[in-house]
């Protein structure tokens, strides 16, 4: 229920934002969060978004991402600024709805390719 998109192959220095976008309903926005996985690597934390805690992000995309969300469009985003060969990954989305007033459900993207150049 969430398409992820935006990757693609950038110079350094460049820029990209990343889409995700929810159909349908998938309940009461709770928080939203960008990771990414590097071949060979583990996936990690990239940026976050609640709606109770405003921003949070990782030390090595501080002050070059900003992630966002519009609501009207049911979809949040990833601006990716100065982009650098280590930005390069698979970056997923995620979603964490309210589905009932006891439970939470956590929806994620499909994953979208990054790719700097030196």
């Known amino acids: 229920q969430l398409q992820a998109s935006g990757g693609g192959v950038v110079q350094a220095g460049g820029s990209l934002r990343l889409s995700c976008a929810a159909s349908?309903?998938?309940?009461?926005?709770?928080?939203t969060a960008w990771y990414r996985q590097a071949p060979g690597n583990t996936r990690e934390f990239v940026a976050a978004?609640?709606?109770?805690?405003?921003?949070n992000y990782a030390d090595s995309v501080k002050g070059r991402f900003t992630i966002s969300r519009d609501n009207a469009k049911n979809t949040v985003y990833l601006q990716m600024n100065r982009l650098g060969p280590e930005d390069t990954a698979v970056y997923y989305c995620?979603?964490?709805?309210?589905?009932?007033?006891?439970?939470?459900?956590?929806?994620w993207g499909q994953g979208t390719q990054v790719t700097v150049s030196s």
């Open positions: 995620s979603i964490v709805a309210r589905t009932t007033s006891r439970e939470s459900r956590t929806y």
């Open positions: 349908g309903s998938i309940g009461d926005f709770v928080a």
């Open positions: 978004f609640t709606r109770a805690g405003g921003n």
